[in-house]
T-cell receptor, first 112, second 117 residues
Framework: EDQVTQSPEALRLQEGESSSLNCSYT??????LFWYRQDPGKGPEFLFT???AGEEKEKERLKATLTKKESFLHITAPKPEDSATYLC?????????????FGSGTRLQVQP | GAVVSQHPSWVICKSGTSVKIECRSL??????MFWYRQFPKQSLMLMAT?????????EQGVEKDKFLINHASLTLSTLTVTSAHPEDSSFYIC?????????????FGPGTRLTVL
């Protein structure tokens, strides 16, 4: 069974204080690892897809990396508007299942 | 690009009534859409996979007769909650599968908040 574990559950940062969010996974042949941002009462907003170990992607203050067992979302010099829940999800390749399995998310709060 | 809409954004209904939620991919065609449910402070739980022109595939524990899914076109899937009860109150979110630049990505709608009285 595919599993995704995110840590920490919640994170409070000061504006400008860089940090990393962790996503550990077990999956039957990773087809893709996805990062989404979700604001309260809204649907998830797509950020990145990573496909193979060693891959990195960046968008503004966010950088996602992938190893064979985990992914990190690095947030550099965060701003209050980066406050949200960040969700990690995996898509299995071996089973042909295309639905995503989500982690429980990391609630990030960036204080001014 | 890759915009997904949902309608309504929120709905309040009486116990025993049925509610239909629409999910549309606005600028792309989606042969596959997914329906998720999210309870407060919890992550998204897949309910079913909706395939255009064929029957939906339901996750274990999800009653297919209660949550009716119809994927009538390449841009529209509907979820009907039949005979809704207070325990069905939740945040329902759909996603649509898109192939862009040879990447397989799911884009999510804004969600529908269902409250059953």
């Amino acid at each position: 069974e595919d599993q995704v574990t995110q840590s920490p559950e919640a994170l409070r940062l000061q504006e400008g204080e860089s940090s990393s969010l962790n996503c550990s996974y077990t999956v039957s042949g990773l087809r893709g690892l996805f990062w989404y941002r979700q604001d309260p009462g809204k649907g998830p907003e797509f950020l990145f897809t990573l496909y193979s170990a060693g891959e990195e992607k960046e968008k503004e203050r966010l950088k996602a990396t992938l190893t064979k067992k985990e992914s990190f979302l690095h947030i550099t010099a965060p701003k209050p508007e980066d406050s949200a829940t960040y969700l990690c999800a995996v898509q299995a390749g071996d089973t042909g299942r295309r639905a995503l399995t989500f982690g429980s998310g990391t609630r990030l709060q960036v204080q001014p | 690009g890759a915009v997904v809409s949902q309608h309504p954004s929120w709905v309040i209904c009486k116990s025993g009534t049925s509610v239909k939620i629409e999910c549309r991919s606005l600028d792309f065609q989606a042969t596959t859409m997914f329906w998720y449910r999210q309870f407060p402070k919890q992550s998204l739980m897949l309910m079913a996979t909706s395939n255009e022109g064929s029957k939906a595939t339901y996750e274990q524990g999800v009653e297919k007769d209660k949550f009716l899914i119809n994927h009538a076109s390449l841009t529209l899937s509907t979820l009907t909650v039949t005979s809704a009860h207070p325990e069905d109150s939740s945040f329902y979110i759909c996603s649509a599968r898109s192939w862009r630049d040879s990447t397989d990505t799911q884009y999510f709608g804004p969600g529908t908040r269902l409250t059953v009285l």
